[in-house]
């Protein structure tokens, strides 16, 4: 069955199907996101929360949703596996909205510049680290300058611990393929001239997608 909306003498067919799967797929996802509180009792039901994902509706309540749960005071105190549940979800959403990855980011800024008073120092560096490897997801999903721009901004405020930038620099160009963007270059060559990041990178962390590039801009 078909169903025709008329908008602005614009004659647009949508297929009752596709609308049920949506409306199915969106009811699943609300019974799970109310009915499972912890991290804990989501994790069984992965599978069918990530095909309800799939649905550009379904994920941005999802978003909704997940914002709601990490900016909860007492999340990150219970929640202290590497990989947090909630925060693994935004990659799956990354890959497959496009239209959600600046809130998404907006989302991992909030968190990265959060005071954890309550965390031990080195649980907050952990944490951290956890949310720039978000951003570094986010990369893979053609998301780069924003984030590039974003980095770059903390390095040069100088209110960011330099290893959480080293950490960046390293994954990034482990999971990137030369030849890069001019704009991408351009972006990245302030951090390439501080040798206390890269110096240490090509000491104990050196890839030879990092090296190359090095070679090509110097």
Request: proline share 3%.
């Amino acid at each position: 069955m078909v169903i025709a909306i008329k908008k602005i003498n614009i004659r647009k067919s949508i297929n009752r199907e596709d609308l049920d799967c949506t409306k199915d797929a969106l009811e699943k996802a609300c019974e799970l996101c109310t009915t499972c509180k912890a991290s804990s009792e989501l994790l069984p039901h992965l599978p069918d929360f990530f095909d309800c994902l799939r649905y550009p509706v379904v994920a941005k309540c999802a978003l909704y949703w997940i914002e709601i749960i990490l900016g909860t005071e007492s999340y990150f105190k219970f929640n202290t596996d590497q990989t947090p549940l909630h925060l693994a979800l935004l990659d799956e959403i990354s890959t497959n909205h496009c239209l959600l990855h600046s809130r998404i980011f907006d989302l991992l800024i909030s968190i990265f510049e959060r005071s954890f008073k309550e965390l031990e120092d080195l649980v907050q560096l952990e944490l951290k680290k956890t949310v720039v490897d978000r951003m570094i997801h986010l990369t893979t999903c053609d998301y780069v300058v924003p984030v590039l721009k974003y980095i770059v901004s903390k390095w040069k405020s100088k209110d960011t611990d330099l290893s959480l930038i080293r950490h960046f620099i390293a994954e990034f160009f482990d999971v990137i393929d030369l030849p890069l963007s001019k704009q991408i270059i351009e972006n990245f060559k302030p951090l390439l001239k501080d040798e206390d990041l890269i110096g240490t990178i090509q000491r104990h962390a050196a890839t030879k997608v990092l090296a190359e590039f090095m070679a090509e801009t110097n």
